[in-house]
């Protein structure tokens, strides 16, 4: 059974900082990994989706990895800005099934 | 707007009743999915569609809970009999067979709060 972790659980940074967000899941045999952003109250944006053959994806100053092998994926944010704060979602789709697993997410939050 | 749509986007109900919430999926999308989510929480999955057959469901899903695709576009969630650990939020998100790798695009969701 698939399960997801998301470390940490809530992180505050001051505005410029480079971060890492982590994202370790049970399950190897996954066939992509999505990583969302939430703001409070709202559905989910997509940021960056890995295929499992893929070992990272680029976007602005969002960038993402995937290591199979050890069950991890970070997504990168540089130069964090107050705009960044929201809740960040890492779900995993695993072959077998189509439904996603999702980890509980990281609440971050950009001071100015 | 070219997104997942969802409808309504509040629903505010008594213990008993029955809810029905509505997705529009991305056009050309042939998968559909529903989630629910709580507070603090992550997405759970509920069910999901290819075009208009219900190929995997989640055992949350219980006898109160039926979705729907009739044409393999728009997509019915109804609850029956609704109770207040139904209180979530309710998100629906549609993607593409063969295009992106199954990428998900989620709506704006549905919240629902049981009185």
């Known amino acids: 059974k698939q399960e997801v972790t998301q470390i940490p659980a809530a992180l505050s940074v001051p505005e410029g900082e480079n971060l890492v967000l982590n994202c370790s899941f049970t399950?190897?045999?996954?066939?992509?990994l999505q990583w969302f952003r939430q703001d409070p109250g709202k559905g989910l944006t997509s940021l960056l989706l890995?295929?499992?053959?893929?070992r990272e994806q680029t976007s602005g100053r969002l960038n993402a990895s995937l290591d199979k092998s050890s069950g991890r994926s970070t997504l990168y944010i540089a130069a964090s800005q107050p705009g960044d704060s929201a809740t960040y979602l890492c779900?995993?789709?695993?072959?077998?099934?189509?439904?996603?697993?999702f980890g509980t997410g990281t609440r971050l939050k950009v001071l100015a | 707007d070219t997104g997942v749509s969802q409808d309504p986007r509040h629903k505010i109900t008594k213990r008993g009743q029955n809810v029905t919430f509505r997705c529009d999926p991305i056009?050309?999308?042939?998968?559909l999915y529903w989630y629910r989510q709580t507070l603090g929480q992550g997405p759970e999955f509920l069910t999901y569609?290819?075009?208009?057959?219900?190929?995997?469901k989640s055992r949350l899903l219980s006898d109160r809970f039926s979705a729907e695709r009739p044409k393999g576009s728009f997509s019915t969630l109804e609850i029956q009999r609704t109770e207040q650990g139904d209180s979530a939020m309710y998100l629906c998100?549609?993607?593409?067979?063969?295009?992106?790798?199954?990428?998900?695009?989620f709506g704006p969701g549905t919240r629902l709060t049981v009185l």
């Open positions: 399950d190897s045999a996954i066939y992509n």
């Open positions: 890995i295929q499992s053959s893929q």
């Open positions: 569609f290819q075009n208009e057959a219900q190929l995997e």
């Open positions: 779900a995993a789709g695993t072959s077998g099934t189509y439904k996603y697993i």
């Open positions: 998100a549609s993607s593409l067979r063969g295009g992106g790798a199954d990428e998900q695009f």
């Open positions: 056009s050309e999308h042939n998968r």
